[in-house]
């Protein structure tokens, strides 16, 4: 099992930016795959991007080139920069961890077995 607490989340208007942090704890062994996923009020929840062990990332299309995840692990942290917000962002903001690994990992939300509590992010027109 692993705890996953969100941070960063806030209102912004559109082209602005705004860097979520995830902190990792409670883990008996680290995750190879992270991610974050985010659901809007009546939507499913969709995944944004992901990274592994080494690093390798994967993103949605809709944020691919606005959207950056990247990891320190030294410290257990999860970040995704996000930059040129738009209104179609807005959304709860949740960090993810597959703690089964089958041995890929990108955004899917089903590939996920664990995640936090959400962070919200607004951002206006």
């Known amino acids: 099992q692993v705890h996953l607490v969100e941070s960063g989340g806030g209102s912004v208007q559109a082209e602005g930016s705004l860097r979520l942090s995830c902190e990792v704890s409670?883990?008996?062994?680290?995750?190879?795959?992270m991610g974050w996923l985010r659901q809007a009020p009546g939507k499913e929840r969709e995944g944004v991007a992901s990274i592994d062990s080494d690093g390798t990332t994967t993103y949605a299309k809709s944020v691919k080139g606005r959207f950056t995840i990247s990891k320190d692990d030294a410290k257990d942290i999860l970040y995704l920069q996000m930059n040129n917000l738009k209104p179609e962002d807005t959304a709860m903001y949740y960090c993810?961890?597959?703690?089964?690994?089958?041995?890929?990992?990108?955004?899917?939300?089903?590939?996920?077995?664990?995640w936090g509590q959400g962070t919200q992010v607004t951002v206006s027109s």
């Open positions: 409670g883990y008996t062994y680290k995750s190879e795959c």
């Open positions: 993810a961890a597959d703690l089964k690994y089958a041995g890929f990992c990108d955004e899917r939300p089903e590939i996920f077995t664990d």
